[in-house]
């Protein structure tokens, strides 16, 4: 079976070499060369060429150049791992088997944006890794594999990334057997089942001092590396956070959101919250004294 894939993230280069390493056969592949949004973003032509895999950069994989390098190549099936645009009708009939795709969440639930940001953001328990028959819609095509992964509450967007390739690639190797032995078990997904994540914008990732400590706790850890990081704002200049945590403000209960309770000696910093507090520990220098106000 010839597979094309396409992606242009860190995950699509994981799932992509993992292919190449179990030998199975990639027809070719259509990545990106730049991307002015993708917070992971991988260039696969890197790979591709130590492999000897035709790659092609594709601005929007429905243009016409696109498709005809796909028909070209006359692959069985495609996996789209890690690809923002929607796949036309007319694209995916150069699919005799179909195209897989990918999406880090419990589906039909929490279809659409940021899946591994908005479960942490949310504080959820638990995500799954999801592999999907794409069609027309977005994240709605039947289940081909879901397996659930757990979230702790140390986990980061780091830390839960990579448990969830750690399924994914598993799951991979299980749906080419499938393809190929023609036992692939489909489970459709109803439109009206689940729910939509929206697309986050900058104000979403900016902390509010009004905010609960868990919730700045969980708006910190779900923007961490690979992605862009939290931020507050003090006086006009935006300052990134990367880690936090949770602290014990008895004692404090008659102080305002924002204050700064104390600028400890290893560089760490108090803060109190709408309930609770937080101590910044990885961050932005920023030049305050205890007392001071992030406001």
């Known amino acids: 079976m010839r597979i094309l894939f396409i992606g242009c993230v860190e995950s699509s280069y994981r799932l992509l070499k993992k292919l190449i390493e179990e030998k199975v056969s990639v027809a070719g592949v259509i990545t990106k060369e730049a991307s002015g949004f993708h917070a992971d973003f991988c260039d696969l032509r890197p790979l591709c060429v130590e492999h000897g895999i035709p790659c092609f950069y594709a601005h929007n994989v429905n243009d016409l150049d696109s498709m005809e390098f796909i028909r070209s190549l006359a692959p069985d099936a495609g996996f789209c791992f890690g690809w923002s645009q929607l796949l036309k009708q007319e694209l995916l009939a150069l699919f005799p088997q179909g195209v897989a795709g990918f999406h880090p969440a419990a589906l039909p639930h929490n279809r659409g944006r940021h899946p591994v940001i908005w479960a942490l953001a949310l504080g959820l328990e638990e995500t799954a890794s999801a592999f999907f028959m794409i069609n027309a819609g977005a994240d709605e095509g039947d289940i081909i594999s879901l397996r659930p992964v757990s979230i702790c509450y140390e986990d980061d967007a780091r830390m839960l990334y990579d448990k969830i390739m750690d399924a994914a690639l598993q799951q991979e190797m299980e749906i080419v057997a499938g393809m190929e032995q023609g036992t692939l078990r489909r489970i459709p997904q109803r439109a009206s089942e689940g729910n939509t994540w929206r697309k986050r914008g900058k104000k979403d990732g900016e902390i509010d001092w009004r905010m609960s ?36 403000t008895a004692g404090f209960e008659n102080l305002e959101p924002g204050k700064v309770l104390a600028v400890n000696p290893d560089g760490t910093m108090d803060v109190k919250a709408g309930s609770g507090g937080i101590r910044l520990v990885e961050f932005d220098a920023v030049a305050v004294k205890e007392g001071d106000y992030l406001l």
């Not at 700045?216 to 936090?244: C, D, M, Q």
Request: aromatic share 16%; glycine share 12%.
């Open 213 to 248: 400590g868990r919730n700045i706790y969980n708006l910190v850890r779900s923007l961490a590396r690979p992605y862009p990081g939290a931020h507050f704002v003090f006086g006009g200049t935006e300052y990134k956070v990367w880690k936090v945590q949770e602290t014990d």
